[in-house]
């Protein structure tokens, strides 16, 4: 099993809908999590910390369950602007520095 | 945007010959690292530092050595190329070990072994 999982996609739908990823981890000690964008062919960008009370951003809200191990991430209102890649990353025990990136899912906004 | 440039952005090169990636900082951060992605596996760590001469490997190390002789610079090197190591190589930096930092990218460097 990997240590981080998420469905690759993609997730194709209409501007303004709202969609939803998860991720799950395997390891149940781990510390704290993000959600990265990366846009086709560019470097990764932090798009938001994944906090245990749940954090909100605008149209994006990202929450954590310890209990089941995983995270999530709505998009509300979907532009066109939000097709990207969405990872997942996870800090495991020890920070040791070492994040573990899921390998993405894919998000296609159509007109 | 952070100050991290990779050198250079794309090559090509042949199975067997050393191969030396660049990444230089602008921004005084103590943490650095070398990802490489590759379709299906996502990002993977293959080097980090936690300062000049201090290094550390990461989940994919084999068939890579990093340096940092200064705070700004953190080479890559494959000291021969195979073509499994075909891959895009990201550096990323970042002031904290990443538990609450975040991680600035650099925008990649693309390899191919032929």
């Known amino acids: 099993r990997k240590e981080v999982e998420q469905d690759p996609g993609p997730f194709n739908v209409p501007e303004g809908a709202t969609v939803a990823f998860n991720c799950t981890y395997s390891?149940?000690?781990?510390?704290?999590f993000f959600w990265y964008r990366q846009d086709c062919r560019k470097e990764p960008k932090l798009l938001m910390s994944v906090y245990s009370s749940g954090n909100e951003d605008g149209r994006f809200t990202a929450q954590l369950n310890r209990a089941s191990q995983y995270i999530s991430l709505l998009i509300r209102d979907s532009k066109l602007s939000d097709s990207a890649t969405y990872l997942c990353?996870?800090?495991?025990?020890?920070?040791?520095?070492?994040?573990?990136f899921g390998q993405g899912t894919t998000l296609q906004v159509k007109p | 945007d952070a100050g991290i440039t990779q050198s250079p952005r794309h090559k090509v090169t042949e199975t067997g010959t050393p191969v030396t990636l660049r990444c230089h900082q602008t921004e005084n951060h103590r943490y650095m690292y070398w990802y490489r992605q590759d379709p299906g596996h996502g990002l993977r760590l293959i080097h980090y530092?936690?300062?000049?001469?201090?290094?550390d490997k990461g989940e994919v190390s084999d068939g890579y050595s990093v340096s940092r002789s200064k705070t700004e610079d953190f080479l890559l090197t494959l000291e021969s190329a195979t073509s499994s190591q075909t891959s895009v190589y990201f550096c990323?930096?970042?002031?904290?070990?990443?538990?609450?930092?975040?991680?600035?990218f650099g925008e990649g460097s693309r390899l191919t072994v032929l």
């Open positions: 990353v996870v800090n495991p025990p020890g920070n040791t520095g070492k994040l573990i």
């Open positions: 990323a930096i970042s002031e904290s070990r990443t538990g609450a930092g975040e991680l600035f």
């Open positions: 390891n149940s000690a781990s510390q704290s």
């Open positions: 530092s936690y300062g000049v001469k201090d290094t």
